[in-house]
C-alpha cells in the first residue's frame, strides 16, 4: 500500500532529514533507524517494519547503498541534494533557525525546482536571509550552483530587490 508518490515523499523527507538535521552525506544504519523514527507515523507506517524499509531503500531502488560496513550513501550526491531540495521546495514555509543558509546546493535546486523561480529566490533572499549571518562561501555556492541549474528566472520586483541586495552585500 505504499505508492510510488508516496515513497518518493518519503525519500525526500528521509533526504532532508539525513541533510538537515543530521547533516550527513554518509550515514549509519542507526542515522537511518532514527530518520525512520522521526517520519514512520506520518507516512502511516509500523514501527516494526523499520527494517524492511530501511532494506527496500537500499535494494530495490537503489537510490541508497552500503558503502562499508554500517555505513550508508546514497548512489550519488545529487540524489540526495535532489531530493532533500524537492522536500523543501513543499514546505508551506522556511524554518526560522539558520539551518538551511548551510545549504547552498539543496537551496538553489529548491529555487529551481519551484514552480516560480523568481519569486522564490526573491523570498529567500528578501525574507529569510535578510537577518541571517550568512557567509561569503555561502553566497559563492548559491550563486554558482544557480548558474549551473539555470531556474526559468523572469522579471518581477521582487526578484530586481533580491539581486540589489546580493549586490549590495558583496559590495560590502
Known sequence: GFDPDRKKEFLENLAYELTIFFNKNQFS????????GNLYMKFNLPYTQMPEVINEIQI???LITQSSYDKFEFAHKSFQEYLAAEHIVK?????????????????ALA?????EPSEYFAYFIND???????TLDFWTALITRLCIEKPDFVECKNLA???????DYYLR
Do not use: W
Not at 530587490?161 to 549586490?167: G, K, R
Open 29 to 36: 544504519k542507526n542515522d537511518l533507524e532514527r530518520s525512520y
Open 60 to 62: 530495490h531502488n537503489g
Open 91 to 107: 514546505l508551506p514555509k522556511l524554518p526560522l533557525d539558520q539551518t538551511l543558509n548551510k545549504y547552498p546546493a539543496e537551496m
Open 111 to 115: 529555487i529551481t525546482l519551484s514552480s
Open 128 to 134: 529569510y536571509l535578510l537577518n541571517q549571518p550568512v
Open 161 to 167: 530587490i533580491a539581486i540589489i541586495y546580493l549586490q
